[in-house]
């Protein structure tokens, strides 16, 4: 299975862009990067998913280097409302190859 | 809006029952899945079902079962409840194809308490 390692807090201030690294050395070939985002008290909900470069949505970007040994999920000019625990997973369901890892989350702390 | 429901927010139950926590999802999803979720460990995959009457085992199996006899639902079966178990318990539910679990639609989770 591929570990996932992310730092465990981060800080910010509103209005800053923050970039959240995950580190997965062991990812598999066919291997999504997935990140999640947690509020206290509910489930966690998908932000973005990609491969491998550079995938963009409403909400976040996801960089993905040529080697998929890491990612980094990019938010822009953070509000306190982005205060939450982000998870990021790695894996895949297809045939031969159910295995989903999530890693243990970076809590964000936004301040105004 | 893809809707997952769990039967309970707060569970309390004693050492040695055997729990059941349900899950329901209203999309038609192919995938259902059940976590656990503990300070400092993250979501851990205790077992998952991509179609009915299927299932396998995630990184945590041990001490629970889990049953799918329609599409829509999902079942976490704690045979003898320990207090290890007490955690906060989450299901979720995807659709085929399923990369990387697909776009995984969360309920509020059931937070279970052994004594």
Redesign the interface.
Do not use: H, I, T
């Given at each position: 299975l591929a570990k996932t390692t992310q730092p465990i807090s981060m800080d910010s201030y509103e209005g800053q862009e923050v970039n959240i690294t995950c580190s997965h050395n062991n990812i598999a070939t066919n291997d999504y990067i997935t990140w999640y985002q947690q509020f206290p008290s509910q489930g966690p909900r998908f932000i973005i998913q990609g491969y491998k470069t550079k995938v963009t949505n409403e909400v976040a970007s996801l960089f993905i280097p040529a080697d998929r040994k890491s990612s980094t999920l990019s938010l822009p000019r953070v509000s306190l409302s982005d205060t939450a625990v982000y998870y990021c997973l790695v894996g895949r369901m297809d045939t031969g190859r159910r295995a989903l890892t999530f890693g243990s989350g970076t809590r964000l702390q936004v301040q105004p | 809006d893809v809707k997952?429901t769990q039967s309970s927010r707060y569970l309390v139950k004693r050492t040695g029952e055997k729990v059941f926590l349900e899950c329901v999802q209203d999309m038609d999803h192919e995938?259902m899945?059940w976590?656990r979720q503990d300070p400092?460990?993250?979501?851990?995959?205790i077992y998952?079902s991509?179609d009915v009457k299927m299932k396998?085992k995630?990184?945590i199996p041990e001490g629970y079962s889990v049953s799918r006899e329609k599409k829509e639902r999902f079942s976490l079966i704690l045979e003898s409840a320990s207090t290890n178990q007490t955690s906060m318990y989450?299901c979720?539910s995807?659709t085929i194809?399923?990369?990387?679990?697909?776009?995984?639609?969360?309920?509020?989770?059931t937070r279970l308490t052994v004594t």
């Open positions: - | 997952v995938n899945f976590y400092g460990l993250g979501l851990r995959l998952f991509y396998e995630g990184d989450l979720a995807s194809p399923g990369l990387a679990g697909g776009e995984q639609y969360f309920g509020p989770g």
